[in-house]
């Protein structure tokens, strides 16, 4: 337990960003499991559409130190390099 007034603040400043951070993080999680699904179910165009509404979202969530950035661009590159794959046909 904090001892001091300061510390019993950063405790309740940490609890309420872990919840924030918890969202943000399942938000991203979403957007990219839509992708995946898409691309699972072997529909390209619905597959890049959700590519294109989750990019934006894991952006956001580097920016916002939910996930490291390099994290991120490996992320992005695989799920594109799967919709290019599916799209000419090759297996991924």
């Given at each position: 337990m904090p001892n001091t007034k300061a510390a019993k603040k950063a405790l309740r400043v940490a609890q309420r960003r872990t919840i924030i951070n918890k969202a943000r993080k399942s938000r991203v999680r979403t957007f990219i499991r839509k992708v995946?699904?898409?691309?699972?179910?072997g529909d390209a165009a619905a597959a890049k559409e959700a590519f294109l509404a989750a990019q934006p979202e894991i952006m956001k969530g580097t920016q916002k130190g939910i996930m490291h950035k390099r994290t991120a661009a490996?992320?992005?590159s695989r799920?594109?390099?799967?919709?290019?794959?599916?799209?000419?046909?090759?297996s991924a």
């Open positions: 995946e699904n898409a691309i699972d179910a490996r992320k992005i799920l594109h390099q799967r919709i290019k794959a599916l799209e000419t046909g090759a």
